[in-house]
């Protein structure tokens, strides 16, 4: 089985480089799924991808540049004439962050407008679930807590996708990637110890705790992109699509 990742949005919260906000998509044989949909995802999916070609969405943590895009995204797709239903799923707050998203961008739209499609909202938690036809769960890692950080783990046939999210080094960081053939992680810094991002400095140190056979580094934020000649990790731009 192969699987195809694209980096839909390789950017972090500040859009550095200009990049898109986090989206990656996930795609195989009877899958395809979006890990995070974030705000500026909508522009940068229909350059990639037709939009109505998403299956689900799995969302990793409660922070704009991670989720913000749902709103627009279901908005598109309403008016594109959408029937078949989206999954969305996520962090346990994630329903009442939506309709409160939704109710602050485009209150006369979500509270008077029946969606020509379904959409299935779900909590992810430590135990697989089916969505957009892979086995996706979530685990706790270390970011900023009021976001309910989690890494994702996609499971396609026999492999396996790893996603951080946002997140520190910890040892749970090293259980999201544990077994992948891709582990997709947060680069946001070179080598600044942020409170809430890990660096690559920091990942390259803890790398042969990382039991995984691949690493793309996404999140890039400017102090990393201005070193990016440094990188001896793959790392993802706009647009990168990589097969696993
Ligand atoms: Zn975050």
């Known amino acids: 089985m192969t699987v195809r990742v694209t980096f839909i949005g390789s950017g972090n919260?500040?859009?550095?480089?200009?990049r898109s906000h986090a989206c990656?998509?996930?795609?195989?044989?009877?899958?395809?799924?979006?890990?995070?949909?974030?705000?500026?995802?909508?522009?940068?999916?229909?350059?990639?991808?037709?939009p109505e070609a998403i299956d689900a969405i799995a969302i990793s943590h409660l922070h704009?540049?991670?989720?913000?895009?749902?709103?627009?995204?279901?908005?598109e797709q309403h008016f594109a004439g959408r029937t078949a239903p989206l999954?969305?799923?996520g962090p346990r707050a994630l329903v009442q962050r939506l309709r409160a998203a939704e109710s602050a961008?485009?209150?006369?739209?979500?509270?008077?407008?029946?969606?020509?499609?379904?959409?299935?909202?779900t909590v992810l938690g430590a135990n697989e679930v089916e969505l957009g036809g892979a086995l996706v769960s979530a685990l706790p890692v270390?970011?900023?807590?009021e976001s309910d950080p989690h890494g994702l783990r996609v499971r396609v046939g026999d492999k396996l996708v790893a996603y951080s999210?946002?997140?520190?080094?910890?040892?749970?960081?090293?259980?999201?990637?544990?077994?992948?053939?891709?582990?997709?992680?947060?680069?946001?810094f070179f080598d600044t110890d942020d409170p809430s991002h890990i660096s690559y400095?920091?990942?390259?140190?803890?790398?042969?705790?990382?039991?995984?056979?691949?690493?793309?580094?996404?999140?890039?934020?400017?102090e990393t992109l201005a070193r990016i000649g440094e990188l001896e990790l793959e790392h993802a731009v706009d647009g990168t699509t990589v097969e696993v």
């Open 87 to 89: 999954a969305i799923a």
């Open 13 to 18: 919260a500040f859009a550095d480089g200009g």
């Open 142 to 145: 270390k970011h900023v807590a």
């Open 165 to 188: 999210g946002d997140a520190i080094w910890s040892e749970e960081l090293a259980r999201v990637a544990h077994g992948a053939d891709i582990f997709i992680c947060d680069a946001s």
């Open 64 to 75: 704009g540049d991670h989720f913000g895009g749902i709103p627009y995204l279901v908005i």
């Open 201 to 222: 400095r920091t990942l390259m140190s803890h790398r042969a705790e990382l039991e995984c056979k691949r690493i793309v580094l996404t999140h890039l934020g400017a």
């Open 105 to 121: 961008l485009y209150p006369d739209f979500f509270r008077k407008t029946k969606l020509a499609f379904r959409v299935e909202e």
């Open 24 to 50: 990656i998509h996930v795609s195989a044989p009877g899958v395809s799924l979006l890990l995070d949909c974030g705000g500026s995802a909508l522009p940068a999916i229909k350059r990639e991808i037709d």
